[in-house]
């Protein structure tokens, strides 16, 4: 398996030859194209995590997994979809994944409702990853460590519309993952951080922090 840091909240995950993508808003990487794109995840409406969703389904047939008011918005523009609800496992051809809690708005670019907002957990050649959209801290967090024991979890450190960096290293314990990925920092100048005040604070609870580079 390998995780390709695409900037912001945007993550390709490669398995045996097949791609996910999650929250693909590629700003960041201009370059990149989406082939053999299988699956793509988008955790809420906003713009900055639909992305490219609906181009790159239209284009490759790969069904955008999200609650229903979301994937039902993404089908009127004609992309293919998987609708999901909160909580229950879903199987596909390399794992499986559930959508979880997570803390936030959500609306489409035009102003239309999104349904609630949600992370994603990944079950794939024996990991498990927690992507946490965007979220507040929250106590449902406890709870994801709990039931789903995450490996990796991929949190949002920027703060102003998320966690900041000392909310995201209190769920970082919470969650018990060994690795963290942090995502949602330095796109914009409001969600601006140093990094390297993220990287000493993980390594303080003794877990490993996975500054990831953005690559196409």
Same mark, same amino acid.
Request: with cysteine; proline share 5%; aromatic share 10%.
């Given at each position: 398996m390998e995780i390709k840091y695409l900037g912001h909240s945007a993550f390709e995950i490669e398995t045996g030859g097949k791609k996910i993508l999650i929250d693909p808003f590629l700003v960041c990487v201009p370059d990149y194209k989406p082939e053999n794109i299988y699956d793509i995840f988008v955790t809420h409406a906003h713009g900055d995590h639909l992305g490219s969703a609906i181009e790159i389904s239209q284009n490759s047939g790969a069904p955008i997994t999200a609650v229903y008011e979301l994937a039902n918005y993404c089908a009127?523009?004609?992309?293919?979809?998987?609708?999901?609800?909160?909580?229950?496992?879903?199987?596909?051809?390399?794992?499986?994944?559930a959508a979880v809690p997570a803390f936030? @708005?959500?609306?489409?670019? =035009?102003?239309?409702?999104g349904g609630c907002p949600c *992370?994603?957990?990944?079950? /794939?050649?024996?990991?498990t990853i927690y992507h946490a959209g965007d979220t507040s801290l929250n106590s449902e967090m406890k709870m994801?460590?709990?039931?789903?024991?995450?490996?990796?979890?991929?949190?949002?450190?920027g703060g102003k519309y998320t966690m900041d960096i000392e909310h995201a290293v209190k769920a970082a314990?919470?969650?018990?993952?060994?690795?963290?990925?942090?995502?949602?920092?330095?796109?914009?100048?409001?969600? @601006?951080?140093?990094?390297? =005040?993220?990287?000493?604070?993980?390594?303080?609870? *003794?877990?490993?922090?996975? /500054?990831?580079?953005?690559?196409?």
């Amino acid at each position: 398996m390998e995780i390709k840091y695409l900037g912001h909240s945007a993550f390709e995950i490669e398995t045996g030859g097949k791609k996910i993508l999650i929250d693909p808003f590629l700003v960041c990487v201009p370059d990149y194209k989406p082939e053999n794109i299988y699956d793509i995840f988008v955790t809420h409406a906003h713009g900055d995590h639909l992305g490219s969703a609906i181009e790159i389904s239209q284009n490759s047939g790969a069904p955008i997994t999200a609650v229903y008011e979301l994937a039902n918005y993404c089908a009127k523009k004609g992309a293919k979809t998987n609708d999901i609800g909160l909580g229950s496992w879903c199987e596909y051809s390399w794992g499986r994944a559930a959508a979880v809690p997570a803390f936030h @708005s959500s609306s489409t670019p =035009d102003g239309i409702y999104g349904g609630c907002p949600c *992370g994603f957990i990944f079950e /794939i050649e024996g990991k498990t990853i927690y992507h946490a959209g965007d979220t507040s801290l929250n106590s449902e967090m406890k709870m994801i460590g709990e039931i789903y024991q995450p490996d990796v979890a991929m949190l949002p450190i920027g703060g102003k519309y998320t966690m900041d960096i000392e909310h995201a290293v209190k769920a970082a314990g919470w969650l018990g993952a060994s690795e963290i990925i942090p995502m949602h920092y330095n796109t914009f100048d409001a969600i @601006s951080v140093d990094i390297s =005040d993220f990287e000493r604070q993980i390594r303080e609870i *003794g877990k490993m922090p996975l /500054i990831m580079q953005i690559k196409a």
